[in-house]
């Protein structure tokens, strides 16, 4: 094809002022783009689109109209350029929005741990960056060397052209997307008690609904997590001088504190572990393992995690229908005593579900959270805590005593998320269309294969966790119990999840492992589990057992409620179910198993 022999004569001329609207528009599409592609990742794009996009445009709008001239507006979206490439990075990567739990885990994280977690990205950040900073300084400089301003009122000119109306528009916006949210609707973990501080009121509630947006959710995002840091530091405060006045035993030397671990399993039922008996192979490690004694009659008094996991840690009695309670947990008693402690989880920090537990998590020593999304994403799996629990074992070999907390995601919704690909023994484990879900009865074979496979990682984890312990050569013991069971559409019944009130929600599994070494020191404490692994079983014995094994004494201390003693006692097991009952008195009827008095 032969050219226009004045082609060459041709000049391109682009006037500064469409140079700047070029540059702006590129500007808000970094803006889009993390909003763009949840919506493209999400598995219901219509819900995306109302969380996240049209908030998007939505606050975009309201930036870009406030100012007359429009390099203002630029420089603010410019101050949010360099963390909307982050967040695009973190959806494709994620598939969800970041969250008030990853600025925690940021703000928690130190210079090294940001290294390695960023390791392998710096060419992909350092080139986005160029990029970035190169747009965001073209826009501004252009923007303002031209003189662009644009009118509150346009004439003759498009609807979008006039700043009232993109203005209006944005306010019509967020009208719409408000309509229907400022009811308030209790979440459906969050059991039908009395509201207290830890709770979200009806607008943090509406405000939530704008989180997942970019950048319109970001300060609700920075919002909750001053609210939920306040509502931590007043329970931590109120608790400032409170003391338990725990000691070491007598007879027990500075090279004789053992390395306890605690291991809180989330969502497991006992009868699907191998273990209990269950015909499928679902722990092959721990049903072979020597030193290792489940308790076969244990049980939670609460079937959510927010309730439960502090009845395990402090002396709440469970009856106490706030998650808040007016003592410290067993991790302060650790501390009294000498002992460095640990909290390592890999669920969320802050939230309504995990405040309370965060406020006994923050009473160790070193708290780290490794997971950098929710309980609802894939995030990461529970083998992340391996290392970190390796490292402490070596660098605490010389220790006078070392307690670990391991808080895992275990088997909690969506199964599916909680194994690699190399632990899909049960298969199918997905249904053939759509994704998993817990309230399509149809799905029955592939949620309890799915629910199996995470049963079979925690078995790798656990037995992964105790080989860390055995290799250590310290007296070492580990304790593992679950915070809640859960209910799989059992024996043609039409429940599932957990907080159904049935037998199924509180059983537990519970076990305890322990070293070479530390039966030479404590072979009465063994005995003694042996002896009551039989034996009606709650999760309040945790508190007293746990500090009986690392053998700490205070001036109340109660062996009877202690499951490592000889002188432990089985005491009348209350749950939330019915409004509150015993567990071992209840009813039960036939096709759920749903108690009643």
Not at 221 to 242: G, I, N, P, Y
Not at 413 to 422: L, Q
């Amino acid at each position: 094809m032969k050219l226009p022999a004045d082609f060459a004569k041709i000049k391109f001329h682009i006037s500064q002022t469409t140079l700047a609207k070029l540059c702006f528009g590129a500007l808000l599409a970094i803006q889009l783009t993390p909003n763009l592609l949840y919506v493209f990742s999400s598995e219901n794009h219509v819900t995306a689109i109302l969380e996240s996009l049209l908030p998007a445009l939505v606050g975009i709008g309201l930036i870009t109209s406030l100012f007359a001239r429009l390099w203002f507006s630029a420089l603010i979206l410019s101050l949010l350029a360099l963390p909307a490439v982050f967040e695009s990075w973190y959806v494709i990567n994620f598939g969800k929005t970041s969250d008030a739990h990853l600025l925690e885990i940021i703000l928690e994280s130190d210079i090294a741990e940001t290294k390695a977690y960023l390791s392998g990205l710096w060419l992909p950040i350092t080139l986005s960056t160029i990029f970035t900073v190169t747009i965001c300084v073209l826009a501004i400089i252009t923007l303002r060397n031209s003189g662009f301003k644009w009118s509150w009122q346009a004439k003759h000119h498009a609807l979008w052209q006039s700043r009232s109306n993109v203005f209006l528009f944005s306010i019509a916006g967020l009208m719409l997307l408000n309509a229907g949210l400022l009811i308030p609707q209790t979440p459906s973990e969050i059991p039908p008690t009395e509201y207290d501080d830890l709770l979200q009121d009806s607008i943090a509630d509406t405000l939530s609904t704008y989180a997942s947006s970019w950048p319109t959710g970001l300060p609700v995002r920075v919002l909750s997590v001053w609210r939920d840091e306040a509502t931590l530091h007043h329970a931590r405060s109120r608790l400032k001088d409170f003391r338990f006045n725990a000691v070491p035993h007598q007879s027990t030397t500075d090279q004789e504190r053992p390395l306890i671990v605690l291991v809180i399993g989330e969502t497991s039922r006992p009868d699907r572990w191998q273990l209990y008996g269950y015909e499928r192979e679902t722990t092959p490690h721990l049903a072979n393992m020597d030193n290792l004694i489940p308790f076969k009659n244990a049980i939670t008094p609460w079937a959510w995690t927010r309730m439960s996991v502090p009845i395990m840690l402090s002396r709440k009695p469970p009856q106490l229908r706030s998650p808040v309670f007016n003592e410290r947990s067993f991790i302060s008693a650790f501390n009294e005593a000498g002992f460095k402690s640990y909290w390592l989880s890999n669920q969320n920090v802050l939230g309504l579900h995990e405040s309370p537990t965060s406020i006994y998590a923050h009473e160790a020593k070193i708290v780290r959270f490794f997971n950098p999304a929710s309980y609802k994403e894939a995030g990461t799996n529970d083998d992340i805590l391996l290392s970190p629990l390796a490292n402490i074992a070596k660098v605490e070999a010389n220790s006078t005593g070392t307690l670990v907390v391991l808080h895992t995601l275990g088997s909690h919704f969506n199964y599916n998320h909680r194994y690699p690909e190399s632990f899909q023994k049960f298969i199918p484990d997905r249904p053939k269309m759509g994704v998993l879900s817990l309230h399509d009865k149809q799905q029955k074979i592939a949620l309890d294969n799915a629910y199996d496979n995470s049963i079979l990682f925690t078995d790798h984890v656990l037995n992964e966790a105790i080989t860390i312990l055995k290799n250590s050569g310290r007296p070492a013991a580990l304790i593992y119990v679950s915070d809640h069971g859960e209910n799989l559409f059992d024996t043609g019944c039409k429940l599932s999840g957990h907080g159904q009130e049935t037998e199924r929600d509180f059983r537990v599994p519970m076990l305890f492992w322990w070293s070479p070494e530390f039966a030479q020191q404590h072979p009465e404490k063994i005995m003694a589990a042996t002896k009551n692994a039989s034996k009606p079983v709650s999760t309040e014995s945790i508190f007293h057992s746990i500090l009986d094994l690392a053998a700490i004494t205070m001036p109340d201390s109660d062996e009877s409620r202690s499951i490592f003693s000889e002188n432990y006692s089985t005491k009348s097991r209350w749950v939330y179910a019915g409004g509150g009952m015993d567990f071992d008195k209840a009813q039960k009827d036939a096709t759920c198993q749903k108690l009643h008095k």
